[in-house]
């Protein structure tokens, strides 16, 4: 959990789902140590918080599962009900694996020849230019754009949808307890 109160919120709210925009300082609360560093034209962050969100990767015991459900719905056939344990649905779609994004195919040879997807001292990786220029709106944009390509190519029949629209206000949701 993340924020200003950890996780006591989702005691109070439920598993709500969160977003983040960083176009500005106040958009991008609780984490604004992002803006003006990540320069990914419309970046936005969202949470879905999922089962036993208080602890970390490997710390999640049975009991912690069962106590904190988290906000995914079981049934999405259904659309979520607003209750503290369905607060979102989702269903898997298809996906682009990293080295598919990048255009690696052997990732073994890659290590073995020397590759290196990114070096944060040059800004640019070693037998590999995807994440070249990290602060860079253009190389930024072109990731974005590589990403939707290949998606749209493997999953053709699917439709484009479009991000969904971001309305938090922290002043509004912690009246001024921040």
């Known amino acids: 959990c993340t924020g200003p109160y950890k996780c006591k919120n989702f005691e109070v709210y439920g598993y709500a789902v969160g977003c983040e925009k960083w176009s500005d300082r106040a958009s991008a609360f609780p984490h604004s140590q992002w803006y003006v560093k990540n320069v990914y034209p419309d970046a936005t962050w969202y949470s879905l918080p999922g089962p036993c969100s208080s602890k970390g990767l490997g710390q999640k015991t049975k009991t912690c599962l069962k106590s904190e459900p ?16 369905c607060t979102y649905s989702y269903q898997k779609v298809g996906e682009v694996s990293i080295n598919e994004l990048e255009g690696l195919h052997d ?3 890659f290590k073995i020849m020397g590759g290196y997807e990114y070096n944060k001292y040059t800004d640019k990786g070693v037998h590999m230019s995807f994440w070249d220029g990290k602060e860079d709106v253009a190389a930024c944009q072109k990731r974005i754009d ?7 190519a493997k999953y053709p029949d699917l439709p484009d949808l479009p991000d969904p629209d971001c309305d938090f206000n922290q002043y509004k949701f912690y009246h001024g307890k921040v």
């Open 70 to 85: 988290g906000g995914a719905c079981y049934n999405t056939s259904e659309p979520p009900t607003g209750a503290g344990d």
């Open 107 to 109: 990732p073994t040879t």
């Open 146 to 152: 590589t990403l939707a390509a290949l998606f749209k």
